[in-house]
């Protein structure tokens, strides 16, 4: 480590300046068009650790060429899954790996490190439960239709559209896939390169790293046959039950339940009793089946997803932005 110092004050002791880093300052210049993120990865853990799982001049245009998704529980009980792998192999992003694993409250902190900081108490009191309720299903993706020499990453970002509903387009991926409401979207994926990088070393401390070490050296097909993301998604959906993720139906359904549930939605069934099922869900456990997405329905079309006013530390990187780094 290099230790310099650095002028300082009349009558101090010199200040030492210290490096902050043992990753290169150009190392993610390549990968990402935004430059508080060059700074931020670089400081980042798991940003370092995947970059050591991408160290050849192939694996890095492995970065441009591939990227993910992670089809969520909401996905899988909505029995959206299928319908979402049609969608991005029509729009030439073929599947060549998968594997499952499941959200813990830390993972999803560490996944969305960088935008929690703007997440409303509301959608951080829901989020758990959501993502926690069953595995998701990560799956690579290979961009056979790369643009404007868009890293795969980038273009998925801006096919699929935001999470908010009320700034859906009628060709978003989220639109064409049935998104219900901003936590109900179905999907993750990376933002570009340097995120695939820093998220994929997270993911595999659940995965392990042997499958994502076959995929980026593996010669690349054709076709997505031999992919085994079909076939797991058919297992998770036989473990789960399925939803319709309509928070009004599910409040008639609720009512019947003789539990909390079943109260708050007899008593306290508008959208100004947030608060009340906010407290239930710290105080009670969800009920099981069909009925806990019942609840996660209501209140995912409840709540206010983020703070007013409050930008995340990193926002989403554009195509545009992308056009113009090059």
């Known amino acids: 480590m290099t230790v310099t110092t650095t002028e300082a004050d009349p009558g101090t002791c010199p200040v030492p300046e210290t490096n902050m880093s043992a990753v290169s300052p150009r190392a993610f210049d390549s990968l990402t068009a935004d430059p508080r993120k060059r700074a931020a990865y670089r400081l980042d853990p798991y940003a370092r650790e995947g970059l050591d799982l991408f160290r050849s001049p192939g694996d890095r245009a492995w970065l441009y060429t ?19 792998l049609d969608i991005l192999e029509e729009e030439g992003w ?88 901003g936590l109900f979207n179905f999907i993750h994926t990376a933002d570009e390169p340097a995120d695939l990088v820093r998220e994929l070393r997270i993911f595999c ?45 599910s409040l008639v359904r609720l009512a019947v339940r003789p539990d909390v549930w079943g109260s708050l939605a007899r008593e306290h069934g508008t959208r100004d009793a947030v608060q009340r099922w906010l407290s239930a869900l710290d105080a009670h456990d969800l009920p099981p089946g069909t009925a806990r997405w019942d609840v996660l329905s209501v209140l995912t079309d409840w709540i206010d997803c983020n703070e007013p006013g409050v930008a995340p530390v990193l926002a989403t990187v554009s195509a545009t932005d992308w056009r113009k780094k090059a």
């Open 205 to 249: 401390f659940r995965t392990g790293t042997d499958w994502l070490r076959a995929a980026i050296t593996a010669t690349p097909r054709s076709t997505g046959e031999g992919c085994p993301a079909r076939g797991l998604l058919a297992g998770l959906e036989a473990d789960a039950p399925t939803h319709d993720l309509d928070s009004a139906q």
């Open 66 to 84: 591939t990227t993910f998704v992670v089809i969520k529980p909401d996905a899988v009980v909505g029995r959206r899954g299928g319908l979402v």
């Open 94 to 181: 073929l599947p060549i790996a998968a594997r499952t694993f499941t959200f813990d409250p830390l993972l999803t902190r560490e996944i969305w490190r960088y935008q929690f900081n703007a997440a409303s108490r509301q959608r951080i009191a829901v989020v758990d439960h959501l993502l926690g309720t069953s595995p998701s299903l990560l799956v690579l993706l290979r961009d056979t239709r790369r643009l404007d020499g868009l890293p795969a990453s980038v273009r998925l970002t801006a096919a699929k559209g935001g999470a908010d509903p009320q700034a859906a387009h009628a060709r978003d991926l989220r639109t064409r896939f049935g998104r219900v409401n």
